[in-house]
T-cell receptor, first 114, second 116 residues
Framework: DTGVSQDPRHKITKRGQNVTFRCDPI?????LYWYRQTLGQGPEFLTY????????KSRLLSDRFSAERPKGSFSTLEIQRTEQGDSAMYLC????????????FGQGTRLTVV | AQTVTQSQPEMSVQEAETVTLSCTYD???????LFWYKQPPSRQMILVIR??????QNATENRFSVNFQKAAKSFSLKISDSQLGDTAMYFC?????????????FGGGTRLMVKP
């Protein structure tokens, strides 16, 4: 395990379609975060998990966004009925629950909604 | 709510020279953590340097150092002996000590180009 991996790296979808992204964190990390990054901006926090529990989801952008981490390992982020405004980079990060330690980021999934 | 502001959208520096990137933040908390992250083109974000607010000594990591001014809520990054591989987006970020989930609040970023 060399780091956080995200799949796919790129996704082009038509408006109205559903998309799902996957994140595999560093294996010993029990915290997992999703961020969204639009072009030229800093990442914006969406949601996070500690093990399988989703402890903060109020920042998800709308009820079209949902995330799961069923077994406390990998996570999925789903966007239903995609809109052009959803086009962005979706970043996943993981960290261990031990004070304010470093968050390790994946390379992201770039979503383009046409 | 915390905010992080990076007032320099783009900067450039000649190879081997020194550059300073600015960051200011706003918070009502007394204890917090500040970070600089580097995001190279098409690559993942990596941590460059971290500063705990209760530490008066400025953090250093090899060619990277910070100037942390708590009263002014300023946290600048100095890169010495700039290298071509330093070309990247740089993000300043904040975690409040009361933030149980350790979610990062990022600034808008500074695009740094190192010229040969």
């Amino acid at each position: 395990d060399t780091g956080v991996s995200q799949d796919p790296r790129h996704k082009i979808t038509k408006r109205g379609q559903n998309v799902t992204f996957r994140c595999d964190p560093i294996s010993e990390h029990n915290r997992l975060y999703w961020y969204r990054q639009t072009l030229g901006q800093g990442p914006e926090f969406l949601t996070y998990f500690q093990n399988e529990a989703q402890l903060e989801k109020s920042r998800l952008l709308s009820d079209r966004f949902s995330a799961e981490r069923p077994k406390g390992s990998f996570s999925t982020l789903e966007i239903q009925r995609t809109e052009q405004g959803d086009s962005a980079m979706y970043l996943c990060a993981s960290s261990s629950y031990r004070g304010n330690t470093e968050a390790f980021f994946g390379q992201g999934t770039r979503l383009t909604v046409v | 709510a915390q905010t992080v502001t990076q007032s320099q959208p783009e900067m450039s520096v000649q190879e081997a020279e020194t550059v300073t990137l600015s960051c200011t933040y706003d918070t009502s908390e007394n204890n917090y953590y500040l970070f600089w992250y580097k995001q190279p083109p098409s690559r993942q974000m990596i941590l460059v340097i971290r500063q705990e607010a209760y530490k008066q000594q400025n953090a250093t990591e090899n060619r990277f150092s910070v100037n942390f001014q708590k009263a002014a809520k300023s946290f600048s990054l100095k890169i010495s002996d700039s290298q071509l591989g330093d070309t990247a987006m740089y993000f300043c970020a904040f975690i409040g000590a009361n933030n149980a989930g350790n979610m990062l609040t990022f600034g808008g970023g500074t695009r740094l180009m190192v010229k040969p």
